[in-house]
DNA sequence: AATAGTGTTATATAATTATATAACACTATT
DNA sequence: AATAGTGTTATATAATTATATAACACTATT
């Protein structure tokens, strides 16, 4: 799902947009052949310059996730396949912790620091 | 553990930063009134320049997790306790996801989204 | 042929992030 | 009193990130 960046996390707009287009893929929720909303409509969507859209649809772009037709539009070139067990682990693992009240951040935190040390 | 800031990953060095110290905290590998490595100790474990160790340490302070003493050095203010069964959960989410030869920034990925969403 | 709807390119400006470097101020030990 | 080891402040510079704005180029429909 798209939704607006977070201009207080400190992690750049284009970045954050990058993130959640790729976690579309990932999820199946945008598919090979799809097309993207216009850039004008990203723009909204993001609550981003045109720009900002631009420089992230460009490292899209470069990493071989979409492609542009000019004139017409942004789509996505492949389908990133992810083992649904993977998917499932990590919803389960979301939901736990979610019981426990957690925040997001905090558990990424710990997520992070676990999976590089522990 | 803190280790150098990844410069390629598009997050501000600083903010990295905030975030190792944070995690260390969370934990407990830093509690109340241990003493940080100098900041110029911690220029050459992160791999920055001194002026961004102390950005990222003047965020710290203003959060109220560490103090400075002039002359002498920065010390943990306080301890951030957190339920050690979510450092459980998360510990095993983790290992299983290492079992299926994902990488941090996918598994990051989905983390993110499935919370926000799912 | 005209037009509405796409992506594309360009210029200017400001804020943020990061580096390099130097000098200063305080504390604890010698 | 001197000194080594801390944090602190300041200045300059460059790259990156983000915005605002305008004009252009291509595609598909009317």
Redesign the interface.
Known sequence: ?L?KVDKHS???AY?QIV??I???L??GNLQKGAQLPTVRDLQNIFDVNINTVLKALERLKAEGYIEAEQGVGYFIKRDVD??Q???E??????S???E?R?D?Y?????????????
């Open positions: 799902m939704r400190g992690i750049p970045i993130n959640m790729k976690a579309e990932l999820l992810i083992d067990k993977i998917i682990t990590i919803r389960e693992c979301v736990k912790l979610k426990d957690i997001l905090t558990a990424m935190l710990i997520f992070e620091e676990v999976w590089k040390n522990g």
